[in-house]
């Protein structure tokens, strides 16, 4: 059986990154959110490479 990747709103992922950065703790923010710490390790990582600037600087 397959499963469906799951999708998540720009609006949320920004939160799980926030929560991430004010934390300094990706685990944390991802037991918060209860989400796998790879996904949200690689949603910081793009954030920081500026892959979400095109979202947020309109």
């Known amino acids: 059986m397959r499963t ?3 999708s998540y709103s720009l ?3 920004f939160q799980v ?3 991430a950065m004010i934390y300094e703790n990706n685990a944390r923010a991802a ?4 989400l796998n710490i790879t ?3 690689r949603w ?3 954030y ?3 892959k979400f ?3 947020f600087n309109g």
């Open 31 to 34: 037991r918060k959110h209860q």
């Open 39 to 41: 996904i949200v390790s």
């Open 11 to 13: 609006l949320f992922k």
């Open 44 to 46: 910081v990582r793009e």
């Open 17 to 19: 990154i926030m929560d």
């Open 53 to 55: 600037d095109s979202y």
């Open 48 to 50: 920081k490479q500026g």
């Open 4 to 6: 469906l990747k799951k």
